[in-house]
C-alpha cells in the first residue's frame, strides 16, 4: 500500500497517481463478448478495474402496485477473485448498495418501459434480472458496474415465450427499447480538492464520495458515501461535472 | 442406433478448440483464463496469506482452499447467484485435484485462495477450471511438482468421446461424463469422477483418451506460461 500522505500531498498540487488530471477518467472501455448464454451482456473497464454484466430474462408475477409493469432485479456479487479483501458468502453491504444504486439509476431514470414488459395484465412480465460480477476492483467498482449494466440492458434481446414457457436461448424480434441512457459518475473529495473516478489508492484517502447518475443532464440518483459531509456548493460543484462527464461516457455505449 | 457422427463434427478423440490467457486479473497474485469451445474459466490465486479464523491453521502446512462459482447468465436458464451443493462438491475436488503438485508444507499457517468463476458454460465447466486454476497458481509462483491439465470424456450414446459438449451431455440415449484429472509429469490422475454407465474396457479406452486430451492441453498451459514470463523478462 502506497503511502496515504504521499497520495494526498499529490491532489494537493492538482496531481495524481496515475497522472491525470483531477477530473479526468482512466481509461473507460466497453465490450460485449461476455457470455453466449446470457439475454445481454457487457464488460466495462475503467482502467484496472474490470467487471461484467449479464441480463436474463424471465416470466413471473407483477406486483400487486404495478400490475401492467415488468421489472428488474439487479443483483452484485464482489467476487473474492477480484479483490483480496473481499470475501465468500452472501452479499454484505457494500455489495447491496452497489447493486441498489445501480438499479435506481436505471429504474428512476426511466430509462426502460416497464410497461413494455407486461405480457398479461396482472398476472404475467417480463422480469430483466441484471447480475453484476466484479472481475478486478482497481477503484470505482459503481461507475463500471453502472455503464456495464446500461450497455448490457440496451444490447439485450428478448427470448420467445410460447405457451406460457420461455424459451432460453431463442429470441423473439422484440428488442429492448431504452428510452435513455442514465451514466453514472462517482466523485471523491480530499481536504479541499474534488477527484473524478477515484482509483483504488485514493478511495482510501477520501473524506466523502458522491455517486451521481443522470441522463439527459437530468439527475436521476445519488448516493453519498465516506466519512464526512459535503458542503453546498462542493455538491453543486460535483453534479456540474458529472452532468459535463455524462456526453463523453454516454458516447461509449453502442 | 448409434452415435456415428458428432453434432458438430468432431472426431471421437477431438476436443474443441482451446484458448489460454496468463493475468487477466491485475489484482490477483496469480490468474489465467481457459477457454474450450464455449466454455470459459477464470482463475486468480490469493496469497500464501494467513489463514483466518486462526483455529483453521495448521503450523506444519498451509492449505489450499478452492471456490469454483458460475455467473448467473453462464448457463442457458439464469441460475441462482451464489453457491450451491453442486460448486461445494465442486470446489472441494478441484482443491483435491491440485494439492497433489503442491508443496504446502513450505507454508505453514497459511491459506493458498483459489477462486475459479465460470462465464460462459457448455459442460466441462470444473476441467476448464481446474486448468486454469493450475495456470493460475504457477502464475502466483506456488512452488509446484508439475502443471495439472484436466479434460472431460466419456461415452456418448455408444461411442467413447473426448471433451463432450452440452448437446451430447444431453444425448436421447444417454451420455456419461467422466471429468478427469492429470499430472502429465508425475503421470497421476488427480480428478477421476464418473456418473453413467460404462464397461471396464469402456473406461479404459476413455482414459487413455483422456491422456493425450490432457498432455495436449498441457503443451498449450506451458508454452502460455512461457510466453507470458518471456514477456516480462523484456
Known amino acids: ?254 | 442406433m448409434s452415435y456415428t457422427k458428432r453434432f458438430d463434427g468432431r472426431k471421437f478423440d477431438e476436443m474443441r478448440k482451446t484458448e489460454a490467457k496468463i493475468g487477466v486479473i491485475k489484482r490477483a497474485d496469480g490468474s489465467a483464463m481457459f477457454k474450450i469451445g464455449d466454455t470459459i474459466a477464470i482463475a486468480a490465486v490469493y496469497g500464501p496469506r494467513k489463514l483466518h479464523p486462526r483455529f483453521l491453521q495448521n503450523p506444519s502446512k498451509g492449505i489450499l482452499r478452492c471456490n469454483y462459482d458460475m455467473a448467473s447468465f453462464s448457463v442457458p436458464d439464469r441460475k441462482r447467484p451464489g453457491p450451491s451443493r453442486r460448486s461445494s462438491e465442486i470446489s472441494l475436488v478441484t482443491a483435491k485435484s491440485l494439492s497433489p503438485v503442491l508443496d504446502l508444507s513450505k507454508h505453514p499457517n497459511a491459506v493458498i485462495d483459489l477462486f475459479i468463476e465460470i462465464t460462459q458454460a457448455n459442460a466441462g465447466t470444473r476441467c476448464a477450471g481446474i486448468t486454469a486454476a493450475s495456470m493460475a497458481l504457477a502464475h502466483a509462483g506456488i512452488t509446484m511438482k508439475d502443471l495439472v491439465s484436466s479434460i472431460s470424456v466419456g461415452k456418448v450414446s455408444d461411442k467413447v468421446v473426448v471433451d463432450l459438449d452440452k448437446e451430447e451431455e444431453d444425448h436421447e440415449e444417454g451420455a456419461t461424463d467422466i471429468p478427469i484429472a492429470y499430472s502429465p509429469r508425475t503421470k497421476d490422475f488427480t480428478l477421476l469422477q464418473l456418473d453413467g454407465n460404462v464397461s471396464k474396457k469402456e473406461l479404459k479406452e476413455a482414459l487413455e483418451m483422456s491422456k493425450k486430451g490432457c498432455e495436449e492441453i498441457y503443451k498449450l498451459q506451458v508454452k502460455t506460461l512461457k510466453d507470458h514470463f518471456k514477456g516480462e523478462g523484456k
Open chain 1, 1 to 254: 500500500m502506497m503511502n496515504k500522505d504521499y497520495i494526498i500531498s499529490l491532489i494537493e498540487q492538482d496531481k495524481r497517481l496515475s497522472n491525470r488530471k483531477l477530473d479526468e477518467y482512466r481509461k473507460v472501455e466497453l465490450s460485449y463478448d461476455v457470455s453466449k448464454n446470457a439475454d445481454g451482456a457487457a464488460r466495462c473497464k475503467i482502467g484496472d478495474t474490470e467487471v461484467i454484466v449479464g441480463v436474463k430474462f424471465n416470466v413471473g408475477e407483477p406486483y400487486p402496485d404495478n400490475p401492467d409493469e415488468g421489472t428488474i432485479i439487479v443483483t452484485a456479487e464482489l467476487l473474492p477473485l477480484s479483490s483480496p479483501e473481499f470475501d465468500l458468502g452472501p452479499p454484505g453491504a457494500q455489495a447491496t448498495e452497489l447493486a441498489r444504486v445501480v438499479d435506481r439509476g436505471i429504474r428512476e431514470s426511466k430509462a426502460l418501459d416497464f410497461k413494455k414488459l407486461c405480457i398479461k395484465k396482472g398476472e404475467k412480465v417480463w422480469m430483466a434480472f441484471i447480475d453484476i460480477y466484479t472481475i478486478n476492483d482497481d477503484g470505482n467498482l459503481i461507475d463500471a458496474c453502472a455503464l456495464a449494466a446500461i450497455a448490457a440492458l440496451k444490447n439485450a434481446k428478448l427470448p420467445k415465450y410460447e405457451k406460457e414457457r420461455v424459451l432460453h436461448g431463442e429470441y423473439s424480434n422484440k428488442k429492448i427499447e431504452l428510452t435513455k441512457l442514465p451514466i453514472t459518475c462517482t466523485l471523491g473529495k480530499i481536504n479541499s480538492k474534488i477527484i473524478v473516478d477515484p482509483g483504488m489508492q485514493e478511495e482510501s484517502v477520501l473524506d466523502s464520495r458522491l455517486t451521481v447518475t443522470t441522463a439527459d443532464g437530468n439527475i436521476h440518483a445519488m448516493q453519498k458515501g465516506g466519512e464526512k459531509g459535503l458542503k453546498m456548493e462542493e455538491i453543486t460543484q460535483m453534479v456540474d461535472i458529472a452532468i459535463a462527464k455524462e456526453k463523453d461516457l454516454k458516447k461509449l455505449i453502442k
